[in-house]
């Protein structure tokens, strides 16, 4: 079983930066894509960013292309959301995600969905 445990949410004025990182445990990290989902107030979860698990493959929801950038880094077991030119509608509750299977592409896992969840970190953008 994976344990998933996000850091770096916080409230953030719009066009400023926010980093989101991610630890994990359990199991062997470096064969499982990761990702970021997010969840408004009022909203169902959505994808926004997975990255498979040798860090050469990425796939980004089209609301963050350009903005966000999807990092891991496999000796720490980390994987990172760099979050760029923050809009109001970023606000969410963000959730760092691991791949049901192993060897999954980016892709796949965010078409399929992930197996396993953090707890969420509060993202706040205000205008």
């Known amino acids: 079983q994976v344990q998933l445990v996000e850091s770096g949410g916080g409230l953030v004025q719009a066009g400023g930066s926010l980093r989101l990182s991610c630890a994990t445990s359990?199991?062997?990290?470096?064969?499982?894509?990761m990702g970021w989902f997010r969840q408004a107030p009022g909203k169902e979860r959505e994808f926004v960013a997975t990255?498979?698990?040798?860090?050469?493959?990425?796939y980004y929801a089209d609301s963050v292309k350009g903005r966000f950038a999807i990092s891991r880094d496999n000796a720490k077991n980390t994987v990172s959301l760099q979050m760029n030119s923050l809009k109001p509608e970023d606000t969410a509750v963000y959730y760092c995600?691991?791949?049901?299977?192993?060897?999954?592409?980016?892709?796949?896992?965010?078409?399929?969905?992930?197996?396993?969840w953090g707890q969420g970190t509060q993202v706040t953008v205000s205008s």
């Open positions: 990255i498979s698990g040798t860090g050469g493959d990425t």
């Open positions: 995600a691991a791949a049901a299977k192993p060897f999954s592409t980016a892709q796949s896992m965010a078409i399929k969905g992930p197996g396993s």
């Open positions: 359990g199991r062997a990290f470096s064969t499982y894509a």
